[in-house]
C-alpha cells in the first residue's frame, strides 16, 4: 500500500518561495505517475503539476514558469518548487500517485493521496 505525506507548506508574503515536500511509502513500481494537486475554499480541485518516472513534466498554464515539479534520486521524496507565490495560490496542496503510466493533471488518474497541506499566501 503507498502512503504519500506532504510538508513544506506556511504563509509567505506574495512574490515569495515555498518549497513542498512529498514523502512516498510502499512504492515499489518501476513505471508511475505524479502529481501536485490544490484546492481553494469553494473551488474544485485542480491539477499544478505533474510528473512520470521517465522524468517527463507537465503543468498547469497558471503555474508555468513559477512552479517546478522534481523528485530526488531515489525518488522516493517528490517536490514542488513554488517561486513567484501570488495570493490567488493560497490553498491546500494534494500530493497523488499512481502506478500506471501517464503524464496526467486530472485527478480521477491517480489512486493515491495525501492528506495535504496548507500554502497561504498573503498579498
Known amino acids: 500500500q503507498v502512503q504519500l505525506v506532504e510538508s513544506g507548506g506556511g504563509s509567505v508574503q506574495a512574490g515569495g518561495s515555498l518549497r513542498l515536500s512529498c514523502s512516498v511509502y510502499?512504492?515499489?513500481?518501476?513505471?508511475?505517475?505524479m502529481a501536485w494537486f490544490r484546492q481553494a475554499p469553494g473551488k474544485e480541485r485542480e491539477g499544478v503539476a505533474a510528473?512520470?518516472?521517465?522524468?517527463?513534466?507537465g503543468y498547469a498554464d497558471s503555474v508555468k514558469c513559477r512552479f517546478t515539479i522534481s523528485q530526488d534520486s531515489a525518488k522516493e521524496i517528490l517536490y514542488l518548487q513554488m517561486n513567484s507565490l501570488k495570493p490567488e495560490d493560497t490553498a491546500m496542496y494534494y500530493c497523488?500517485?499512481?502506478?500506471?503510466?501517464?503524464?496526467?493533471?486530472?485527478?480521477?488518474?491517480?489512486?493515491?493521496w495525501g492528506q495535504g497541506t496548507q500554502v497561504t499566501v498573503s498579498s
Open positions: 497523488a500517485a499512481d502506478e500506471r503510466w501517464r503524464l496526467s493533471l486530472r485527478d480521477a488518474w491517480y489512486k493515491y
Open positions: 510528473i512520470v518516472s521517465d522524468g517527463s513534466t
Open positions: 510502499g512504492h515499489t513500481y518501476s513505471r508511475y505517475s
